[in-house]
């Protein structure tokens, strides 16, 4: 079956540093991929998404490349703010599905 | 639009009680999804309904969890009786069918503790 991995957390970074955070599925077929982040007592909020290799999904300064030959998704962001910790969840969707497989999140903290 | 509205935000029930959880989902949204988080599992699928219907409770951990819509406006996950390992997060999430994935709006959670 479907499935995603993710590192595994947590991440501490300074202010400004540079993030990466990596993912890889398993899928059959052409997933569609997206990032997910969840601030401390909030459910799940869409950060991007990409539907086709090759796609680069981008948001809040946040970006990911689908990347078929590797199966990956990695999550990057150049300078991180304080306002950026949370827990990153990587997922996928198989094609024609609308059914989501998560990875177990990777929490991370920026301290200033 | 008010998003995805769950009640109660924390529960916390003795070992044999029933727990009701209850959400809104968004106004037109027609997939609704119940998820479970825990730190050694990470995120469940439940189960997720279209217009109302089940399409797959292959998640629900036993018989003593249950899962309605009666309308399209309304859910509810049952859980009788509950047990300590029934610990968890509740999320329910909802969606348009547009096919092209369509991101999932999640409410904020429910924190069930059952001692």
């Known amino acids: 079956g479907d499935s995603v991995t993710q590192m595994e957390g947590p991440v501490t970074l300074s202010e400004e540093a540079f993030l990466t955070i990596n993912c890889t599925y398993t899928a059959t077929g052409y997933p569609s991929l997206f990032w997910y982040v969840q601030y401390p007592g909030e459910g799940l909020q869409l950060l991007l998404k990409a539907t086709k290799a090759d796609d680069k999904g981008s948001n809040k300064g946040f970006e990911a490349t689908y990347r078929k030959e590797t199966t990956s998704f990695h999550l990057e962001k150049g300078s991180v703010q304080v306002s950026d910790s949370a827990v990153y969840f990587c997922a996928l969707s198989g094609a024609g599905s609308y059914q989501l497989t998560f990875g177990k999140g990777t929490k991370l903290s920026v301290i200033p | 639009d008010a998003g995805v509205i769950q009640s109660p935000r924390h529960e916390v029930t003795e070992m044999g009680q029933e727990v009701t959880l209850r959400c809104k989902p968004i106004?037109?949204?027609?997939?609704l999804f119940w998820y479970r988080q825990t730190m050694m599992r990470g995120l469940e699928l439940l189960i997720y309904?279209?217009?109302?219907?089940?399409?797959?409770d292959s998640g629900m951990p036993e018989d003593r969890f249950s899962a309605k819509m009666p309308n399209a406006s309304f859910s509810t996950l049952k859980i009788q009786p509950s047990e300590p390992r029934d610990s968890a997060v509740y999320f329910c999430a909802s969606s348009f069918s547009t096919g092209d994935n369509s991101p999932l709006h999640f409410g904020n959670g429910t924190r069930l503790t059952v001692t």
């Open positions: 309904f279209n217009n109302n219907v089940p399409i797959d």
């Open positions: 106004s037109g949204h027609d997939y």
